[in-house]
């Protein structure tokens, strides 16, 4: 039976901070707190408290008890901050030492609630934690982390563990990777139940758009804290929604929430950040979920809405790479070498020398210039005597002036391998970067095996491959292209991206190393491009 005794934690400042670096409007945060008051959510959890970092971090990553003060914080909300339990425990003078570094007296603090943020496995190392904030009269929350990879065998030992204190008031479990089901959650539920004698609560991720559901599926086995944020926000995916939270909730008649008092704070103030953050459920997030990948990876690699990181194939290709190496563990260096992937080999299986020998070659790229100027390209193509390279199989450009088709993504050419299956024409790939799984659906296809190598920072050519400071498809067929003997190197549809992109810089790199190189042979776009290449028209008369 449905308890009527639910406690609503909205985490948004400190979760939805993961976006912003915790450093929120203060008029924004104003309203968010008059408007949670008024809704009459029972707990609001306004930030972390992190030791000083050596970068820059807003309020709510610290939420000291002096900037606390300087907040209008209404009277009848209880207020929790959350810290992070592998910090306190590896601080260099100890645990004891840590936490008075941290936190005053309850009483002369305006934070009520501390959560303890912690790995499910390693939660029976945090007991001198709870014990110290216990003597400072705070109530004490353990939140488990990653509770989908352990062992429920594992989890009723911690529960157990746990429970025997008699130290602390809540027990949570966080889905962190988000890829928990009702039927999962409410098995560990059930475990927890059987040795832990305290109220339980869940702190769902929308990964799989399951939060909602699998927050409303687990309060009739027990669950009575549950967390949301407004609008979602937070981390990677993002959770609840506070305010559908709060109408479900009233639907269900367990207790008494007035979700009306956070609608304007919703679409005013909160839409803007979503647009400009862009966190919520989409392809990446659901299949970092599936593949027990930690939701960061995706939300570092996205960027922002003006500033991606990465393309598509970029992050498809990390993701690919994490689901074989292991990514529950969020890290920068295990990131940078997902996007790298497999740093391959540049000694391919064909030596391409001679095989442009004296042809003046045409490159087909991805922008939006092929579409626009399509039919002048196909002229270009047959008046002008030029072989076409085209990266990757694009559907604008007609198969018929297509000489080869270049690809060197691996999650691209897996995408697109039964087409090239089904396409009379050489497909030019470094195979070593190419999986088995990949190889049989390209069946019968004319493969040439130019390879490539990644070493950031690096660009140089070999007559069977390559080095490449990422899988870049353009530089990959510029390479190619110029072991192969290529007279002259017309391009389209190369447009570029903006200035502040980072894929921008790497291949301006690229055409920079380029021009270095002893064999380096002349490169002309004939479509508008942002890279410093010299620049002709696909219009002008012939003759000059």
């Known amino acids: 039976m449905v308890s009527n005794m639910v406690c609503v934690l909205d985490c948004t400042l400190r979760d939805g901070g993961y976006y912003c670096d915790w450093d929120f409007d203060q008029t924004l945060v104003g309203r968010y707190l008059a408007a949670v008051e008024a809704s009459g959510i029972d707990i609001v959890e306004l930030g972390f408290r992190y030791f000083p970092r050596n970068k820059y971090l807003g309020p709510y990553a610290y939420t000291t008890d002096n900037f606390l003060a300087t907040l209008a914080l209404p009277p009848r909300l209880t207020i929790a901050v959350m810290v992070d339990a592998k910090e306190i425990l590896s601080f260099h003078d100890g645990v004891a030492e840590g936490i008075s570094k941290l936190f005053a007296k309850c009483e002369n603090s305006p934070v009520d609630i501390v959560r303890i943020a912690v790995n499910a496995l390693?939660?029976?190392?945090?007991?001198?934690?709870?014990?110290?904030?216990?003597?400072?009269?705070?109530?004490?929350?353990?939140?488990?982390?990653?509770?989908?990879?352990?062992?429920?065998?594992?989890?009723?030992?911690?529960?157990?563990?746990?429970?025997s204190w008699d130290l602390v008031e809540v027990l949570y479990f966080a889905d962190s990777l988000g890829n928990m089901t009702p039927e999962s959650v409410g098995k560990v539920v059930d475990v927890l139940l059987e040795e832990w004698e305290g109220p339980l609560g869940i702190h769902a991720h929308d990964n799989k758009r399951n939060a909602l559901v699998n927050t409303l599926s687990v309060l009739d086995r027990g669950v009575t804290f549950v967390d949301s944020t407004i609008l979602g926000m937070g981390r990677g995916a993002g959770n609840v929604r506070t305010e559908n939270l709060l109408i479900e909730l009233n639907e269900k008649s367990i207790n008494s929430y007035y979700p009306d008092a956070l609608y304007s704070l919703v679409l005013q103030e909160f839409e803007g950040l979503h647009k400009q953050y862009q966190w919520g459920p989409n392809l990446y997030y659901f299949l970092s979920a599936t593949y027990g990948i930690h939701p960061t990876y995706a939300q570092e690699m996205l960027g922002g809405e003006d500033s991606p990181l990465y393309d598509t194939d970029d992050i498809l290709s990390a993701i690919g790479s994490l689901r074989k190496s292991g990514g529950h563990v969020y890290s920068l260096e295990a990131m940078s070498r997902a996007i790298s992937g497999d740093p391959g080999t540049e000694n391919g299986a064909w030596d391409a020398t001679g095989w442009l020998s004296g042809k003046n070659v045409l490159i087909v790229g991805t922008g939006s210039t092929v579409r626009q100027h399509i039919h002048q390209i196909e002229?270009?193509?047959?008046?002008?005597?030029?072989?076409?390279?085209?990266?990757?199989?694009?559907?604008?450009?007609?198969?018929?002036?297509?000489?080869?088709?270049?690809?060197?993504?691996?999650?691209?050419?897996?995408?697109?391998?039964?087409?090239?299956?089904?396409?009379?024409?050489?497909?030019?790939?470094?195979?070593?970067?190419?999986?088995?799984?990949?190889?049989?659906?390209?069946?019968?296809?004319?493969?040439?095996?130019?390879?490539?190598?990644?070493?950031?920072?690096?660009?140089?050519?070999?007559?069977?491959?390559?080095?490449?400071?990422?899988?870049?498809?353009?530089?990959?067929?510029?390479?190619?292209?110029?072991?192969?003997?290529?007279?002259?190197?017309?391009?389209?549809?190369?447009?570029?991206?903006?200035?502040?992109?980072?894929r921008q810089k790497i291949m301006a790199g690229v055409f920079e190393k380029y021009n270095e190189l002893p064999n380096r042979v002349p490169v002309v776009s004939l479509t508008p491009t942002t890279y410093s290449v010299d620049t002709r028209s696909l219009y002008e008369p012939s003759g000059f």
């Open 122 to 163: 390693d939660a029976e190392k945090t007991q001198p934690i709870v014990q110290c904030l216990c003597e400072l009269g705070y109530r004490v929350i353990v939140n488990l982390m990653q509770v989908g990879k352990a062992d429920l065998a594992d989890l009723e030992q911690v529960a157990r563990t746990i429970n």
């Open 379 to 502: 002229n270009f193509v047959k008046t002008n005597d030029v072989l076409v390279l085209c990266l990757n199989i694009n559907e604008i450009v007609p198969n018929d002036i297509i000489t080869a088709y270049v690809a060197c993504y691996e999650t691209r050419i897996l995408i697109q391998a039964e087409k090239y299956s089904k396409i009379d024409k050489t497909l030019i790939i470094p195979l070593s970067r190419v999986s088995e799984e990949i190889s049989k659906v390209l069946g019968n296809t004319d493969c040439c095996d130019y390879g490539m190598r990644i070493e950031q920072g690096s660009f140089d050519i070999f007559k069977s491959g390559c080095i490449l400071p990422r899988s870049l498809a353009g530089a990959y067929a510029l390479a190619m292209a110029t072991a192969a003997g290529a007279e002259t190197i017309y391009l389209v549809g190369m447009d570029g991206y903006s200035e502040d992109d980072p």
